[in-house]
């Protein structure tokens, strides 16, 4: 079974500062990962994803992430965090689309890791 | 106007009430979603459905149930609600697998329940 593990479940950063959020998935095959952020009193926005390529990807809002195979690994990075930054952020693995029709869109999220941004 | 519409955003009720969410889409997506989020524990997958007569359970489905109404619509009924059933629930749609597809989940704002 697939399965992700998000090791800091708070990160407190100053403001200007770079960040790192860390994400490890169990998965059979190459997966689908993705990172979301959640605002409080929102829904879920998706900031990037990967299924094949570079393994280093951009997102919205300055993030990027790389897809590190050895390791298991899809870390989440800003080089200078805003305060507006502040979130929750969640790690997700899924089935990528010719993986079959049955898993398609099942994503399997991590626990979260809820961002704090001081002035 | 939302692409992903969740009614009601707040609720709170009573050890044993019925109470039924909605999600209705716009974005013509076929697949849907009912996840559940608990803090520390991240989302979690209740019910799906891939289409109108596809209804499936996912990894928390007792004490839930399902009806998907339309492709637009789709709602998650608790018959006799409970406090560890106090939760923020959150519906999502999803293209089909298909070349190109995004494989992303689109989420509703959320719906948070209060069980007494």
């Known amino acids: 079974a697939q399965s992700v593990t998000q090791p800091d479940i708070h990160i407190t950063v100053s403001e200007g500062a770079s960040l790192e959020l860390r994400c490890n998935y169990s998965y059979g095959a190459t997966p689908y990962l993705f990172w979301y952020v959640q605002s409080p009193g929102q829904g879920l926005q998706l900031l990037l994803k990967y299924f094949s390529g570079d393994t280093l990807v951009q997102g919205i809002k300055g993030f990027e992430a790389e897809f590190k195979r050895s390791q298991s690994s899809f870390n989440l990075r800003k080089p200078s965090v805003h305060w507006s930054d502040a979130a929750e952020y969640f790690c997700?693995?899924?089935?990528?689309?010719?993986?079959?029709?049955?898993?398609?869109?099942?994503?399997?999220f991590g626990q979260g890791t809820i961002l704090t941004v001081h002035p | 106007d939302a692409d992903v519409t969740q009614t009601p955003r707040n609720r709170i009720t009573k050890t044993g009430k019925r109470i039924m969410l909605e999600c209705s889409q716009t974005?013509?997506?076929?697949?849907m979603y009912w996840y559940r989020q608990d803090p520390g524990l991240g989302l979690r997958l209740i019910y799906y459905s891939f289409d109108v007569k596809d209804i499936n359970k996912g990894e928390i489905s007792d004490g839930y149930s399902v009806s998907r109404q339309a492709q637009a619509k789709f709602s998650l009924s608790l018959e006799s609600a409970i406090p560890n059933q106090t939760a923020l629930y959150f519906c999502?749609?999803?293209?089909?697998?298909?070349?190109?597809?995004?494989?992303?989940?689109?989420f509703g704002e959320g719906s948070r329940l209060t069980v007494l």
């Open positions: 997700a693995v899924g089935d990528p689309p010719h993986a079959g029709g049955t898993s398609y869109g099942k994503l399997t």
């Open positions: 974005k013509g997506h076929d697949r």
């Open positions: 999502a749609t999803s293209d089909r697998p298909r070349t190109g597809g995004s494989g992303e989940l689109f």
